[in-house]
């Protein structure tokens, strides 16, 4: 876990609030993605950046809005959720991004688990 | 469009007995498949990987996997459950032509004394 970082591990919001989750990769790589897991549900694809462009954009609701600072760090700021977004928000990276290919494995983080009042 | 099927959400079985756990694929492509690991209130772990080589793939922890074309399929199995095995098991797909991951629903693996 220590190549894949995320802070908090644990955050409780209300609705009204403004916060932002950090990952952080010490691993070198170029490609980060953030993903939700939500209980009984696959695991889902919110955003990906490859050297530091977004290269992805899986429908997420504008209330999520992603960061990529330089290609170790990815934030996703969170603004006016609503509870069905309580979920564990796992950020994970990669060499590069998913291309024709080629297909890097990808490291993840243990995760925020986010709980929306 | 590439899709993966768990075919059991959940396996129990007792310490020292074999594993299998079931996933089925949909591929247009000649499709990359991983096994990955979640221990509770941890990230995914990567098992093993299968990118066109061997079939056979082996991984971490006595774990692997056999990648059958002709029934798209990608088994993970274990010869002998230990307790720390007590997981929850991702298969997922993603193929050449440059799309993203797609995570099956996931298999909870209860191991019993």
């Known amino acids: 876990e220590t190549g894949v970082t995320q802070t908090p591990r644990h955050l409780v919001m209300g609705m009204t609030n403004k916060k932002s989750l950090k990952c952080e990769q010490h691993?070198?790589?170029?490609?980060m993605y953030w993903y939700k897991q939500s209980a009984k549900k696959p695991l889902e694809l919110m955003f990906v950046?490859?050297?530091?462009?977004?290269?992805e954009n899986n429908s997420v609701p504008s209330r999520f809005s992603p960061e990529c600072p330089n290609s170790s760090h990815l934030f996703l700021h969170l603004h006016t959720l609503q509870p069905e977004d309580s979920a564990l928000y796992l950020c994970?990276?990669?060499?590069?991004?998913?291309?024709?290919?080629?297909?890097?494995?990808?490291?993840f983080g243990p995760g925020t688990r986010l709980t929306v009042l | 469009a590439q899709s993966v099927t768990q075919l059991d959400s959940h396996v129990s079985v007792s310490e020292g007995t074999p594993v299998l756990l079931r996933c089925n694929y949909s591929s247009s492509y000649s499709p990359s498949l991983f096994w990955y690991v979640q221990h509770p209130n941890k990230g995914l772990q990567l098992l093993l990987k299968y990118t066109s080589a061997a079939t056979l793939v082996k991984g971490i922890n006595g774990f692997e996997a056999e990648f059958k074309k002709s029934e798209t399929s990608f088994h993970l199995t274990k010869p002998s459950a230990h307790m720390s095995d007590a997981a929850e098991y991702f298969c997922v797909v993603s193929d050449l032509g440059g799309n993203k991951l797609v995570f099956g629903a996931g298999t909870i693996l209860r191991v019993k004394s």
């Open positions: 994970a990276s990669s060499q590069e991004a998913p291309a024709a290919g080629s297909t890097d494995t990808q490291y």
């Open positions: 950046y490859n050297f530091k462009e977004q290269t």
């Open positions: 691993l070198g790589h170029n490609a």
